[in-house]
DNA sequence: CTCCCGATAT
DNA sequence: ATATCAGGAG
């Protein structure tokens, strides 16, 4: 794999960009979504589509206490899970993907949440952004979770053109050191809700204005 | 590319 | 009223 060719300003600039977000956001491998076990971030990252995770983390704390294992998972009742998690949205694909996800998980696993990339995308509901959050959080593999955040900032930052998430994800594997990969994301999350939301982003108050290569800042 | 979809902020 | 929220599948 050829080794994308970063100028050294370039590489000053990211350099600083990460030391901000470190000195502004957390430096903890700590994630969003509430959770005891791996399977339960597994269940609460699928329930996060288009979902915020303070909805997912309301949804969860009534869930878990119902569903207590993987088992109880994978024996729930269609229509009831769907009622259960009914205010994350897309409910009704969720339930499905969710029971069929613990009964693979169940039958073929041994109720253990895999590691492995593509062992993790073949399960029902799991894609590659999920895949990712379970390899980080759960295994702390290196790996680039590209989320909507992720996306819409990463883009503002001059880190990548791709819109494609997976192109995006190689991209900053490429420019963004080992060691920052999971952080990234987390560090981006918060950065995304605070100040460079997706709508009227407060650039006046980013710490990252001068560094940043969007070119519709509002800076009045 | 389209569909899935409720809750919330603007 | 509408855009957006830790996306994934057909």
Known sequence: MAAKRITKQEKERITKILSLLDEHYTTEYKCYLDHETPWQLLIATILSAQCTDARVNMVTKDLYKK??????????????????????????????????????????????????????TKLAGVGRKTANVIRGNVYHEPSIVVDTHVKRISGKLGFTKEEDPVKIEFELMKILPKDHWILYNLQIIAHGRSICTARNPKCRECFLFNLCRWEGKNDE
Request: aromatic content about 10%.
């Open 67 to 120: 569903y207590r294992s993987l088992e109880d998972f994978a024996a729930a009742d269609l229509k009831e899970l769907e009622q259960d998690i009914h205010s994350t949205g897309f409910y009704h694909n969720k339930a499905k993907n969710i029971i069929e996800c613990a009964k693979t998980l169940v039958t073929e696993y041994g109720g253990i949440v895999p590691s492995d990339i593509d062992a993790l």
